[in-house]
Structures are given as structure tokens and as C-alpha cells.
């Protein structure tokens, strides 16, 4: 049998729950802005608290200028990629950002997607993300170009950011149009709010949840994800780097695994929280016991609740 790890590089995965600004290592960032030394970096990604995480990945966010920028971050993730067979992914892009900043989400755009043409390893589609603070009129500029570059591989609209400050419930008329489109719908809930954060997307139209953990305090919502086939992109590394969840042994993905609700792997920002995709299914069997034949159905996850 395959030694510890090798078996976690080889399985055939899928990603659905990772972010290209999240993913840009140290060794690009300063490749991107030569003013930057490995100390500032350092300085940069440190995070211990949710509110940490969010300075560190705008911290990211300010080395991302031009579009090429963008399109070698892109290489990157997909080299990494295809080093651990990772088949499939669902790249968010963080465009509710990039129209804050005024930059040239066209551009950026055939950028990144010209670099996912230009390799055969990983097949490659996006999801748009908007800033939920911002409030539902800043997502639907967001809905309307994931919409406009449907035929060039968007396949989803979400919404990232501080949950409690931008409650899911103001975005379900935003939802509603995305899908009359054509879109499919995945907003982060049960992160950092409790459950009643992802009933709420639920009723608002979410087909997958970001996250999700928080779901684990509620065998009800437990057995509603069950019963209706709605999975969670669960982030093991993620939710301990945040702090949603106070420490690695007391994350919930054995109990939600073992209640029958549905579950992705991912790796939300790797470069951020140090992790690949191999490595978190490797923390899912070293710390919560999964057998390879749970790994595997989990891989397989990945696939079947594809946007594709």
C-alpha cells in the first residue's frame, strides 16, 4: 500500500473552495513586488484571529496590481495543482475587490483564464466572489459579470468577507437572478456565525455552503443537508488558522462526515494557512481517523457536486 502521503498525492481530487488571491506563496509574492523582504512578507501572512486573516489576505491583494500579476499567480496554483493530481478545480476570483479598486476585471480575467487554456492538468472553472459588507448592490455587479463570462468557464457567484457584517438573507434576490442565468450559488456560511447563518443561505438559494462547520452545533440542519444533498466545502486548516474553530482536534468534520451530510476537502488560501490539498485529506485521516475508502468517496465528492 502506499505510504502516508503518497496515497494523498496520488488520489485524483478536486477543489471547490479556493481562492487565487489566498493561494499566492511568499516566494511569488516577492516576485511580484521586489520592494518586499522576506520579513515584510512574514509580517504579512501572520494570522491567528479571523480579523488577522483578513488584513493578511489584503495584505495579497495589494501585490496583485496588473493582470499578469494575476496570471502568474494562477501558473503557480495550477503547477501546484497538477503536482498532487488534482484534476478539477472551482478558482474563486475576488471581483467584488477588483471593482472596489477600480481595476480592469476584463483584463484580469482573459488573463487568468488564458493561463487555465494554456495547461491540460487541471480543468479549470470559476466562481465570482463578492463582498457581503458591501451589500447586495455591489453583488450584483458581481452576478452580472459572472454571468457575462458564462461561455469562457464561470460557472458560479458567491459571497466571501466578515459574515456577521453582511447577513446572507439581503443577497437571495441577487441569488435568484444569478441562477435565472444560469449560475450556480455558493455563499461561505456557518464560519464564523452559527447555524442559523447557514439555514439562512439555504433559504436563500445556496446549492453548496463554504464552510459550513458551524452546521455541527445542529443535528436538525444535520439532517436537512443530509436529506436534501446539499454538501459543505469543509477547510480544515482554514477554519483552525481563523480561529472558527478553537482547535484542530475540536473541528466538527468527523461528526458532519459521520452524520451522512455530504463533504468537499479543501483548501480555502493555501498559501495563507500553509496547506496543499493532499495535506488536508492527510489531517482527515492522521487526526479524524478517515479510512482511504472515506477519502476516496470524498474525493469522488469532489467531483459529483462539480458546478460544471
Known amino acids: 500500500m502506499a505510504g502516508m502521503g503518497e496515497f494523498h498525492r496520488t488520489l485524483q481530487k478536486a477543489e471547490l473552495h479556493v481562492h487565487l488571491e489566498g493561494s499566492v506563496e511568499p516566494a511569488t509574492l516577492l516576485e511580484l513586488d521586489s520592494r518586499l523582504s522576506k520579513e515584510d512578507v512574514e509580517r504579512g501572512y501572520h494570522l491567528d484571529t479571523f480579523t488577522e486573516f ?8 495589494a501585490r496583485l496590481r496588473e493582470p499578469e500579476h494575476f496570471a ?3 501558473r503557480r496554483l495550477l503547477e501546484r495543482m497538477a503536482a498532487e493530481n488534482v484534476r478539477y478545480a472551482e478558482i474563486n476570483l475576488s471581483v ?4 472596489f479598486r ?7 480575467f482573459e488573463a487568468v483564464a488564458q493561463q487555465a487554456r494554456a495547461q491540460s492538468a487541471v480543468e479549470v472553472r470559476w466562481i465570482f466572489d463578492a463582498v457581503r459588507q458591501w451589500g447586495p448592490a455591489d453583488g450584483r455587479r458581481v452576478a452580472e459579470l459572472a454571468a457575462k463570462w458564462i461561455p469562457e468557464g464561470v460557472v458560479g457567484f458567491g459571497i466571501g468577507g466578515i459574515e456577521e457584517m453582511g447577513p446572507v438573507e439581503g443577497f ?5 437572478w444569478a441562477k ?3 449560475l450556480h450559488v455558493t455563499p461561505h456560511a456557518g464560519e464564523t456565525a452559527g447555524p442559523e447563518s447557514v439555514w439562512a443561505a439555504i433559504r436563500a438559494g445556496a446549492e453548496r455552503i463554504g464552510h459550513g462547520v458551524r452546521a455541527a452545533e445542529d443535528p436538525s440542519l444535520l439532517e436537512f443537508l443530509c436529506e436534501r444533498d446539499i454538501p459543505l466545502e469543509i477547510c480544515i486548516s482554514s ?5 472558527a474553530v478553537a482547535s484542530l482536534e475540536q473541528h466538527p468534520v468527523r461528526r458532519i462526515f459521520d452524520a451522512g451530510v455530504p463533504i468537499t476537502l479543501n483548501t480555502d488560501d493555501p498559501a495563507l494557512f500553509s496547506t496543499t490539498l493532499a495535506r488536508e485529506y492527510e489531517l482527515a485521516e492522521q487526526v479524524f481517523g478517515f479510512s482511504h475508502d472515506e477519502l476516496a468517496q470524498i474525493a469522488e465528492n469532489g ?3 462539480a458546478f460544471r
Open 54 to 61: 483578513i488584513e493578511a489576505y489584503k495584505f495579497a491583494l
Open 72 to 74: 502568474i499567480a494562477t
Open 96 to 99: 467584488g475587490v477588483m471593482l
Open 102 to 108: 477600480r481595476q480592469d476585471v476584463e483584463k484580469i
Open 172 to 176: 437571495a434576490e441577487v441569488f435568484a
Open 180 to 182: 435565472s442565468r444560469g
Open 239 to 243: 477554519n483552525i488558522a481563523t480561529g
Open 303 to 305: 467531483f459529483r457536486y
